[in-house]
């Protein structure tokens, strides 16, 4: 079936660090591409999204891009602040299902 | 707008009791999905919801049901408690059941079975 595989946290860096966090996915289809972010004490939050493959997501400074060639879906930024502190979920959905399946999300925390 | 919201925030349920945890989606949207978050784990679909019927289930047992109202919002049944079900409940709602559209998520309900 269908799977996400995100790297293991916890992610630790300082503020202005730049940040990569790695995820690949396994799936039949062609998937649309999540990254959702949990701030402590909130629900998810979608960060951004690509629905086919080269589409590059952006939102708040992060970018992923949604490479086909290496089931790949890794989230960056250039600059990290104490803000971006949360845990990051990276997900996928076949076309056509909204059924969700996430990685195991990576806990990231960055030191002023 | 309101957002998506659940109750209750927290529940403590002894095994083998029956919980009913509770939905209400953002304003316009008519589906409903239902998300187990184990601790330090990532969320797993339990079903989705979509003009009252059960559109798509995960691996999840019976023992898992829900329910869709006339009204879009939405009720997860859990029955005969099992430790094991302890977790952190979601529920998500959007406009259609297309696979690119985004699901807004609640803040959950933290289920805890002793």
């Known amino acids: 079936g269908d799977s996400v595989t995100q790297m293991e946290g916890p992610v630790t860096l300082s503020e202005e660090a730049f940040l990569t966090i790695n995820c690949t996915y396994t799936a039949t289809g062609y998937p649309s591409l999540f990254w959702y972010v949990q701030y402590p004490g909130e629900g998810l939050q979608l960060l951004l999204k690509a629905t086919k493959a080269d589409d590059k997501g952006s939102n708040k400074g992060f970018e992923a891009t949604y490479r086909k060639e290496t089931t790949s879906f890794h989230l960056e930024k250039g600059s990290v602040q104490v803000s971006d502190s949360a845990v990051y979920f990276c997900?996928?959905?076949?076309?056509?299902?909204?059924?969700?399946?996430f990685g195991q999300g990576t806990r990231l925390t960055i030191n002023p | 707008d309101a957002g998506v919201t659940q109750s209750p925030t927290h529940l403590i349920k002894t095994r083998g009791q029956q919980v009913t945890l509770r939905c209400s989606p953002k304003?316009?949207?008519?589906?409903v999905s239902w998300y187990q978050q184990a601790l330090g784990q990532g969320p797993q679909f339990i079903f989705q919801?979509?003009?009252?019927?059960?559109?798509q289930r995960g691996n999840f047992p019976d023992r898992f049901s829900g329910h869709q109202f006339p009204n879009y919002s939405s009720e997860l049944n859990v029955n005969a408690l099992l430790l094991g079900d302890s977790a952190l409940y979601l529920c998500?709602?959007?406009?259609?059941?297309?696979?690119?559209?985004?699901?807004?998520f609640g803040q959950g309900t933290r289920l805890t079975v002793v």
């Open positions: 997900a996928l959905s076949e076309w056509g299902a909204q059924k969700l399946v």
């Open positions: 998500a709602s959007s406009l259609g059941t297309g696979g690119d559209t985004e699901a807004f």
């Open positions: 919801y979509y003009e009252e019927e059960e559109r």
């Open positions: 304003s316009g949207h008519d589906t």
